[in-house]
């Protein structure tokens, strides 16, 4: 409240067509346009090169639809230097050619109106209605989740980079877009596959993804390898339990 009615004040005071921020950055890019020499090439249009003859840069300026090929006066709302040059050259003035919004127009605008002020609470009027009391708190089942949930192209870690931008490639049917177990085409098995399922028959098996999952806990059963292999620590598999 108090911080509107101060800028309002300072305003008021103000006198200048573009507030002073931008005018000091605007002063510095005007005499960074020394540098430059425009060459008018009809109408409103510029071309502008740089006085040093090593520097071979060249912008095309236009003053009335307010751009300049280096695109800084579209970003930031205020001419370039090469649009300095050129301006100078027509012999008008940069401040003419800012977006509005660096204008004290639009900062009486944004802090003209007032917030009002308010009495205190015990002077507000009272209204006839039950009272609002807060809605009950139920704990969700499941684990509370403790990493936030990010964006899909934000980056998880500052230190690994993720897989973005490929595509893998289906090896049985050579296809972009899928992998071997999502393909569309039914599965043809290779010879090297067939020698190691322990004579069972290839065909039969590798045609949809139970069967691979048949042959798998079926090897399980035979080797006595299994889940417990790596997947986490176990009660007795901790190094601190291995230690005492
Ligand atoms: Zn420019
Ligand atoms: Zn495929």
Redesign the pocket.
């Known amino acids: 409240m108090s911080r509107f009615a101060k800028k309002k004040k300072k305003t008021e005071k103000y006198e200048g067509t573009i507030m002073p921020k931008p005018k000091k950055r605007l002063d510095v890019i005007a005499t960074r346009a020394m540098e430059w020499q425009a060459r008018w090439a009809g109408g409103l249009k510029y071309e502008v090169s740089h006085k040093n003859r090593i520097i071979v840069e060249r912008f095309v300026v236009d003053l009335l639809a307010g751009t300049c090929s280096c695109r800084f006066w579209g970003l930031c709302g205020m001419p370039c230097p090469h649009a300095c040059c050129a301006i100078f050259e027509k012999g008008d003035s940069p401040e003419d050619y800012c977006n509005n919004f660096y204008s004290s127009a639009a900062y009486v605008a944004t802090y003209g109106n007032l917030v009002s002020p308010i009495n205190g609470e015990n002077m507000w009027p009272k209204v006839e209605c039950d009272t609002i009391i807060l809605p009950i708190f139920r704990v969700k089942p499941g684990r509370p989740r403790m990493v936030r949930i990010t964006e899909p192209n934000e980056n998880r870690s500052q230190t690994k980079l993720r897989r973005t931008g490929s595509s893998v490639t ?1 090896s ?2 050579d ?1 972009y877009g ?1 992998n ?1 177990r999502h ?3 039914p599965i043809v098995s290779e010879p090297g596959l067939a020698a190691t399922t322990n004579g069972e028959d290839p065909n039969a098996a590798a045609d949809n993804r139970s069967g691979m999952n048949i042959r798998r806990s079926e090897r399980i059963r035979q080797t006595g390898v299994g889940r417990r292999r790596g997947r986490g620590r176990g009660k007795d598999s901790g190094r601190g339990r291995a230690a005492s």
Request: aromatic share 0%.
């Open positions: 289906c049985n049917c296809q899928h071997r393909c569309p085409d």
